[in-house]
């Protein structure tokens, strides 16, 4: 009887350790971002909070040239929950300015981003608040922030940009009539800050392709003929066209589709698929 020599390979384990490493970064990237409490973290925040307004969290380091320049379009933002946290990441002196604003009442007050704007060192001689400059520590370290000014837009990092851009769309002004968005919350697909356009249009013939049309151009708002609604119920959040949730959405979503096409007139209709930009232009696809 011959005997038979069996080889047994050696373990990798250096490509077990890289392996799991990728098993996990999935998870570490998919990680849901802290977002400011209005109560806890109210001294960061610049603006009155309101429920209905998302929340922007802006990093900045009080001796960065392009932050300052920045301080001034803050205003523009009045659409969004600002809150400031500073990321004193250019070195010792931007460490030691930032806890000088500790002492003051608020680390965020006019006062201060005015000494910042004109590069002096605030009026502060209150007692440092710790407590104040652990969780401004907390959400710097949370957020990784290695850059300034960084801007993130519910947990999402985002440009000045685009935050501009959508501060514009919501004035935006489409064949001379500026919607009040607010009353047609059951047309809305994507948050504001994570649409491309304004609102897509699907006519009756491309209801096979409102998967496509959706990928392609991410809006915000979508109006859809109700055949393209009932083979895409999806985009009334419903799993089934037969089933209460599709037919307690669709009356709610008629109704204000109705309306928003009874403020355009002849200017807009179904005939074709067509999309309305974040300026307010009207495209035919």
Not at 102 to 119: G, K, M
Not at 250 to 263: A, G, S
Request: aromatic content about 10%; hydrophobic content about 40%.
């Amino acid at each position: 009887m011959s005997s038979k020599l069996i080889l047994i390979k050696p373990i990798n384990w250096l490509f077990i350790a890289v392996l799991v490493v990728n098993l996990l970064l999935p998870a570490r990237a998919q990680q849901v971002m802290p977002i400011p409490d209005p109560v806890t973290q109210q001294a960061f925040l610049l603006n009155s909070w309101r429920a209905d307004r998302p929340n922007l969290l802006v990093f900045k380091d009080p001796f960065c040239s392009y932050c300052i320049k920045v301080i001034p379009k803050l205003d523009q933002l009045a659409g969004y929950n600002i809150y400031l946290f500073w990321a004193p990441i250019l070195g010792s002196a931007s460490k030691q300015r930032s806890s000088e604003f500790f002492q003051c009442q608020r680390p965020v007050s006019e006062a201060i981003l005015a000494a910042v704007a004109q590069r002096q060192k605030p009026q502060c001689d209150g007692e440092l608040q710790s407590d104040l400059m652990v969780q401004n520590t907390q959400y710097v370290d949370a957020y990784q922030i290695n850059a300034v000014p960084s801007f993130y837009l519910q947990g999402q990092k985002v440009s000045l940009a685009r935050l501009l851009e959508y501060q514009q769309s919501t004035a935006a002004s489409v064949f001379g009539v500026k919607p009040d968005w607010q009353r047609f919350t059951k047309l809305q697909q994507l948050p504001a800050w994570q649409a491309k356009n304004l609102v897509l249009l699907i006519a009756e013939q491309d209801a096979g392709k409102t998967a496509q049309l959706l990928k392609q151009y991410q809006p915000e708002y979508v109006i859809a003929d109700l055949t393209v609604l009932t083979q895409n119920p999806q985009l009334l959040g419903c799993s089934d066209n037969s089933d209460s949730c599709f037919s307690q959405k669709i009356t709610q979503y008629q109704t204000q589709k109705q309306l928003f096409m009874l403020m355009f007139g002849d200017s807009l209709n179904l005939s074709r698929s067509s999309v309305i930009e974040r300026n307010g232009t009207h495209l035919y696809l």
